[in-house]
């Protein structure tokens, strides 16, 4: 209308990198709102620019509104298309062993038991070896077997535990005859830490499952920059 000045409002919004600044457009003065979307524990940028004309009046904004009020999954959905999305990254790695040892009973029963390999077996009395066999001085003290188990769908020790336990829940009569001649089990976990703190939580019903199987959780803990063979 005569009298008004005019301006010109455009809209464009853009997702950027954590960090990134927007310049301004040819011939008008550019303001930028940074809105948070958090995205798989990521965080990402929506950048809603607006670029008035050298007026300096403002226009309304009601798709920036309607954008600020997208859902976290279609916003995850806008990230994941323009290739932004960066894959979680897992802050610890593990490994589980069954682990069986004896005062005097041979344990190679245990691989039919349990349908599984040993990594390595011995046998109360006999000489002892390193892992790659090479001799070492005296006799074995104990029986001994041990077996590696496939957890490497579960990327939570919580999850692995609990698969882990439910089906050795099936042997108990075979656990309980082996504690009472004299026998130990346990769950050896080695837990590798890919960062510099975290966690994990044994939940009471796990606990009570492994008692009532005879069964210990025995925990080797690695740092982030721990190295075999390091001083």
Request: proline share 6%; net charge neutral.
């Amino acid at each position: 209308m005569p009298g008004q000045a005019s301006c010109t409002s455009t809209l464009r919004s853009t997702v950027i990198s954590e960090g990134s600044r927007g310049t301004p457009s040819s011939g008008g003065h550019a303001r930028s709102n940074v809105i948070p979307v958090r995205s798989r524990g990521k965080l990402a940028v929506a950048s809603v620019r607006r670029t008035v004309s050298s007026s300096g009046s403002a226009a309304s904004l009601p798709a920036a509104q309607q954008f600020i009020q997208a859902d976290a999954a279609a916003q995850r959905g806008l990230i994941q298309a323009l290739g932004r999305m960066e894959p979680e990254s897992q802050p610890y790695r593990f490994k589980i062993s069954l682990r069986l040892v004896h005062t005097s009973a041979d344990l190679s029963s245990c691989s039919d038991e349990f349908g599984l390999e040993p990594s390595r077996l011995w046998r109360v009395g006999e000489p002892r070896t390193t892992p790659r066999g090479n001799p070492l001085e005296g006799l074995r003290r104990e029986s001994y077997w041990t077996s590696p188990l496939d957890v490497s769908t579960y990327s939570r020790l919580e999850d692995a535990l609990a698969e882990v336990v439910r089906r050795l829940t099936n042997h108990g009569p075979f656990f309980a005859k082996h504690a009472e001649s004299g026998g130990t089990a346990s769950l050896f976990i080695g837990f590798f830490l890919e960062s510099f703190n975290t966690g994990f939580l044994l939940e009471p019903e796990l606990l009570a499952k492994c008692s009532a199987l005879g069964i210990a959780l025995d925990f080797d803990i690695y740092g982030s920059e721990d190295e075999p063979g390091a001083p």
